[in-house]
């Protein structure tokens, strides 16, 4: 059994395939935590909770001063009851009053892993892969139950945690705070590590030891953002890429979330994360339910390569759904960067036939394909074709590219609506605002308010009927707009602070019911870029544009960083014009090409522009990543060499049963009378031989791995340098 209650010391053991996590329920009902780390066999108490009394931390039970919850590792803490830490949760009921006091009822275990209603999720496909714990807390006050959801899977070190609240009473009851988990650490040496940045420069990463106080990574946007990734970690101090004790924490969702870390009096570290509070509550109803979303805790006693290998193998199998869930993505060119928004059909038709000509496998039409699209201030909303620019509409020009041999993509920014539109002029309300306040845009643009069903499926049908009108194979989903002024016109006074989670659980409904609709489509999700690059949208599109940043360079960051948490098969990845249009930087075509590969490869220029000798590169690059497509969206991927810690970057990927590898080494900037380079390559079969493609040389894999691999010595900025070996015969 993985998960298994022992009733004499009333603990529950959960296991999960190398590491265990153990609770108990003590004195008068609290659920405490005891142990999250390494697989132990059985949990006989050797490091049993300890009572003290510690002045200033108040007693539940007069009659015992040991016991205070303001020392009590939780599980799922509450405030008012002598715990001042920050609590998990919190509620408002009639008369005013906060306090709630949630004690152990009752429990059960089974196998499988239930899905969560209108969310997403991890998810299993038969019930053997996993088993969940569900605990149920009861407020006697009040009659209100929550369900704390366990699920953990026998083949990865994962346990995923939600909560459901049901109103069980008379009377209603306004959720203020409802985060998805809580873990109390017995101590505070630990390193934090997230993942920051802004438009165009995202995910990257920062560690900093942790101190006493209280330190937290969110969003306020509406959206999970650019600006903070919902991740965290905490590690031990002699953690590192390849070894050492990582905990790490991802939120399941695509809104506004708070992951915080609390170091107390005694230092003990309290983990939370879930729905940002700010700005937030949710009104029960008596009989009334509200889930809240999963995050998925990964355990890595083989530093951060080993979490991220793991966050890895689940989201590209268990997160991801469809057809090309195990699909290889394929090799397109997008217009955007080659025209923005002035072309027409004969232009999109020569990129597209000389992409063809080039083997490229998708042409994606971009922005500026409907209503009167001329330029990012209107037509948002308005998703009809602009014969003026395709007078053949969408099927016509996807046929004469099917013709071509190449499959039609199309981008849409279905959330959005421009004030010059129809749809705006029409439904003028049906937009995120506040009643006598200013409409501030962004991007010349609003959001719609998702939060009302008639927006809703106002956008299902619109979109169902362009992707029914025309062979569409891809789909850019883009969102280019955080929210301001939220409120919605359809909700009531008491509900104005839940617009910003319905509108997130609106837009899920949307994207399961198209997505659903279309399943033959591969559906990218966007914004700006990397702005909503989270779990949650994976559960619906496998796969997110990275950053609209694809300068060769910064992309080395940006990619580096997604990687720690997410798969590779989910990073769109383009070479790009140079100048480059986001920095104005001047790298080599290989370099480029070299730095795409390294994710869902793809082009974001003007073909025809191209020089004879810059197509033969281009014919050769496309060639190549053919053949390596799925060794890099499927293989396992090893960081070597970090962007964030010198000037050479270097990463590699190794298929499944090790038989084949492919390496890439970047320098940025060359140095006089430069120190030799050489890297340890990871992840080979040390009693394997390797050939290096190419030279016909052979190296065992123990040798690459331990000696080393010399990188030739070029000059110049901007290098790159690639290997592909296979497993000698």
Request: with cysteine; hydrophobic share 35%.
């Amino acid at each position: 059994m993985a998960i298994v209650f022992h009733p004499a010391n009333k603990t529950f053991h959960l296991q999960a395939n190398d590491t265990s996590y153990v609770m108990q329920i003590v004195r008068s009902g609290y659920l405490a935590h005891l142990y999250w780390g390494k697989k132990v066999r059985h949990y006989r108490e050797s490091n049993p909770l300890q009572f003290f009394d510690r002045g200033f931390s108040p007693n539940p039970d007069p009659s015992d001063r040991t016991f205070s919850l303001d020392t009590l590792p939780q599980e799922y803490p509450a405030y008012g009851n002598t715990d001042f830490r920050t609590p998990a949760y919190q509620v408002q009921l009639e008369n005013g009053s906060t306090i709630s006091d949630l004690r152990y009822k009752t429990h059960r275990i089974y196998k499988g892993k239930p899905k969560l209603e209108g969310l997403p999720a991890t998810y299993v496909e038969n019930e053997n892969e996993a088993e969940t714990l569900e605990i149920i807390l009861e407020d006697h006050v009040t009659g209100l139950h929550v369900t704390l959801f366990y699920t953990v899977y026998e083949r990865w070190n994962v346990i995923t945690r939600s909560v459901r609240f049901d109103n069980n009473g008379s009377e209603r009851i306004k959720l203020l705070r409802a985060l998805s988990m809580n873990v109390d650490f017995r101590d505070d040496h630990f390193d934090f590590l997230h993942l920051f940045g802004a438009h165009c420069r995202e995910r990257y990463i920062e560690r900093k030891p942790l101190f006493v106080g209280t330190q937290s990574v969110e969003s306020r946007r509406g959206a999970s953002s650019h600006q903070q990734n919902p991740f965290i970690a905490l590690l031990r101090k002699n953690a590192n890429e390849d070894e050492g004790i990582v905990y790490a924490f991802n939120f399941v969702y695509s809104g506004n979330f708070l992951a915080q870390v609390e170091v107390d009096q005694f230092h003990t570290t309290r983990v939370s994360m879930g729905i940002n509070p700010f700005d937030f509550t949710w009104l029960l109803e008596p009989g009334e339910s509200f889930q809240t979303p999963e995050v998925v805790m990964v355990y890595s006693d083989k530093g951060l390569n080993g979490m991220s290998q793991t966050f890895h193998q689940l989201y590209r199998t268990r997160l991801a759904r469809g057809v090309y869930r195990e699909r290889e993505r394929p090799i397109l060119i997008n217009n955007w960067e080659a025209t923005y928004f002035d072309f027409n059909e004969e232009k999109i038709l020569h990129i597209a036939k000389t992409a063809a000509e080039l083997g490229i496998e998708l042409f994606v039409l971009d922005d500026g394909w409907f209503g009167k699209r001329d330029n990012d201030r209107s037509s948002l909303g308005d998703w009809f074709v602009n014969k003026q620019k395709l007078p053949n509409g969408l099927e016509g020009l996807a046929k004469s590219i099917n013709q071509m041999g190449m499959q039609f993509g199309l981008w849409v920014e279905p959330e959005m609506v421009s004030v010059d539109s129809e749809l705006y002029r029409k439904h003028p309300d049906w937009c995120i605002h506040v009643p006598n306040r200013p409409r501030s845009e962004g991007r010349n643009q609003l959001v719609l308010d998702y939060s009302r069903k008639e927006v809703c499926d106002y956008i299902i049908q619109v979109i169902s009927d362009v992707l029914a009108s025309a062979p569409i194979s891809y789909v850019k989903w883009d969102m280019n707009r955080h929210m301001t002024e939220i409120g919605s016109a359809a909700l009531p006074p008491e509900r104005q602070r839940e617009t910003a989670h319905r509108y997130i659980l609106g837009l899920y409904r949307v994207m399961e019911e198209i997505t659903s609709r279309f399943p033959h489509v591969l559906f990218e999700s966007c914004s700006g870029g990397g702005g909503r690059f989270d779990p949650g949208m994976l559960y619906y599109m496998p796969q997110t544009w990275t950053s609209d940043n694809t300068d060769a360079v910064s992309r080395l960051k940006i990619q580096y960083g997604t990687s720690l948490v997410y798969p590779i098969s989910a990073m769109g990845a383009h070479v790009s014009a140079v100048p480059n249009h986001q920095v104005h930087r001047m790298t080599s075509l290989e370099m480029r090409g070299h730095v795409a590969m390294s994710g869902n490869f793809g082009y974001e220029l003007d073909l025809t522009k191209l020089s004879e000798e810059e197509k033969a590169i281009v014919k050769q690059q496309v060639a190549f990543y053919k053949d390596i497509r799925s060794l890099v969206q499927f293989g396992t991927f090893y960081r070597i060499l970090s962007p964030f810690e010198g000037n050479e970057t270097a990463w590699m990927f190794v298929s499944e049963d090790k038989s084949e590898a492919f390496v890439a080494y970047f320098r940025v900037l060359a140095e006089a009378n430069a120190p030799l380079s050489f890297i340890r390559l990871k992840g080979l079969d040390p009693e394997k031989d390797y050939e290096l493609i190419g030279s016909g040389e052979i190296y065992g894999g123990d040798e690459l791995m331990y000696v080393g691999l010399n990188v030739p010595q070029r000059r110049g900025d901007f290098i790159s340098v690639i290997w592909r070996l296979r497993a000698a015969r």
